[in-house]
């Protein structure tokens, strides 16, 4: 998985640099997200930015941050979103279950 990391106010920022999240991939990106709340790095903002289309094993893979964020009072939240990726929350509903910001500097504004 392509993807970088920042922090900027307390926050880890992934950024997905993938145009895809899908069986291929998604696995890396779980395994990621899981490594850096191990490391007891629990308040993470993903940037789907980059991202046209993700299937269900990614939004597994982000549905299994989110938990694992949430047991270690963390929380993960989702900016970046195109109409096609915000449609398959949508569909799926996940969208009341995750925060999900037009942008960095709204998710970063809102949440502080």
């Known amino acids: 998985m392509n993807s970088t990391l920042e922090k900027m106010k307390g926050y880890n920022i992934i950024s997905v640099k993938e145009e895809r999240i899908d069986a291929h991939n998604s696995g890396d990106l ?9 490391l007891g790095e629990t308040q993470l903002i993903i ?20 938990k694992h964020a949430a047991a270690k009072s963390g929380k993960l939240s989702l900016v970046g979103c195109n109409q096609q990726v915000l449609a398959m ?15 960095l500097n709204e998710a970063i504004e809102t949440e502080a």
């Open 89 to 103: 929350f949508e569909l799926t509903r996940l969208n009341r279950v995750f925060e999900i910001y037009s942008d």
């Open 47 to 66: 940037d789907l930015e980059k991202v046209r289309f993700i299937d269900s094993s990614g939004l597994g893979a982000l549905l299994t941050g989110y």
């Open 30 to 38: 779980k395994a990621y997200i899981l490594h850096l709340i191990e």
